[in-house]
């Protein structure tokens, strides 16, 4: 697989959805876990993709598990992202930002 393929296909087309999916995990209150079988799902798809379109390996357990990760770790950054700005919006008596991927309490 060539890194063109990699960038287009991996990281801007199913990252962006993987982003996504961590986004809509943290926006109904699930746990960030349940991010790692939509992760599968989406590295599968991706590996199908390549095999299609580019004519790459589909049956490649490093392709895959390096695509899984890649995807996987966009998708978890997306619900950090999404469950801080949650927590802060919702309820700002308590928490305030503390970072890009955290929030503290508000001492009184």
Do not use: C, H
């Not at 989406?42 to 004519?55: K, M, V």
């Not at 392709?63 to 927590?87: Q, S």
């Amino acid at each position: 697989m060539s890194i063109p393929v990699f960038i287009g296909i991996t990281l801007l087309l199913f990252g962006s959805a993987g982003y996504m999916t961590g986004q809509a995990i943290a926006l109904t209150w699930r746990p960030w876990y349940q991010m790692i079988p939509y992760s599968l799902l989406l590295g599968a798809s991706d590996r199908f993709l390549i095999y299609a379109l580019f004519d790459g390996e589909l049956l490649s357990p490093t392709g895959y598990l390096i695509d899984t990760a890649v995807i996987t770790v966009i998708g978890l950054l997306g619900f950090r992202i999404t469950r801080v700005n949650r927590m802060i919006s919702q309820y700002p008596w308590l928490y305030q930002r503390s970072g890009l991927l955290s929030w503290k309490g508000i001492k009184e």
